[in-house]
């Protein structure tokens, strides 16, 4: 499903994001939230993450924003390798050349994460 079709239909079948404006800080940090939990052992409490999104979001919604972020994903949180591959190509891809872009360096190795505060 292209970027913009899946980002409208999440948008469009989600009640609880507050408004329009808000429904991209909601996405990213219900995908960040679940990224962060998936990777590490030790990570943030919901709670925590209200002060991540600078109060953007009460506990409540942080709790209704992981639940219907992996309802939507139909709880398959990990990522075929093969799949991961094609992104990070697409994305080199998309963001090569001049721009306003950072440049994008993937790592060889991954080292392990620093432990949460």
Not at 25 to 36: N, T, V
Not at 37 to 49: E, L, P, Q, R, V
Request: hydrophobic share 40%; net charge negative.
């Amino acid at each position: 499903m292209p970027q913009e079709h899946f980002y409208g239909f999440l948008v469009s079948s989600t009640p609880t994001v507050p408004s329009a404006t808000h429904a991209r800080s909601y996405f990213f940090i219900s995908a960040y939230m679940l990224a962060s939990k998936i990777i590490c052992d030790d990570t943030y409490s919901n709670k925590s993450w209200c002060i991540v999104a600078q109060h953007m979001f009460q506990l409540r919604e942080i709790n209704q924003m992981e639940r219907e972020m992996c309802s939507y994903l139909e709880w398959q949180l990990n990522v075929d390798p093969d799949v991961l591959r094609e992104f990070q190509a697409r994305v080199k891809h998309d963001f090569a050349g001049p721009g306003p872009y950072p440049p994008l360096v993937l790592p060889q190795d991954v080292a392990p994460a620093p432990a949460a505060p």
